[in-house]
């Protein structure tokens, strides 16, 4: 299983990015995704999530409203989108699937958020 994300960097406050995630290794669609985060000295928490088919979403409190998950089956992609960015959305973003007993994590892309 390999998880590549990409589309992290240095934005200013009010500012959008779109996180993308790459997956292979695995029976993509049977899957549901996730976006996790982690901040400096925090815990890593989890943001977003969506099904397999695409069809049900989730997300943190925190970012209801401003963060839109969604996946392409056919290209094997999961997306990030990150609008109305504060600099409290400064973290690692990891993309993350679950199979079973295995969790497999990306190596996680940097958003910083600063003026």
């Known amino acids: 299983v390999q998880l590549v994300e990409s589309g992290g960097g240095l934005v200013q406050p009010g500012g959008s990015l779109r996180l993308s995630c790459a997956a292979s290794?695995?029976?993509?669609?049977?899957?549901?995704m996730n976006w996790y985060r982690q901040a400096p000295g925090k815990e890593r928490e989890l943001v977003a999530s969506i099904s397999g088919g695409g069809r049900s979403t989730n997300y943190a409190d925190s970012v209801k409203g401003r963060f839109t998950i969604s996946r392409d089956n056919a290209k094997r992609m999961v997306y990030l989108q990150i609008n109305s960015l504060k600099p409290e959305d400064t973290a690692v973003y990891y993309c993350?699937?679950?199979?079973?007993?295995?969790?497999?994590w990306g190596q996680g892309t940097q958003v910083t958020v600063s003026s």
């Open positions: 290794g695995f029976t993509f669609s049977s899957y549901a």
């Open positions: 993350h699937v679950q199979r079973g007993l295995q969790n497999d």
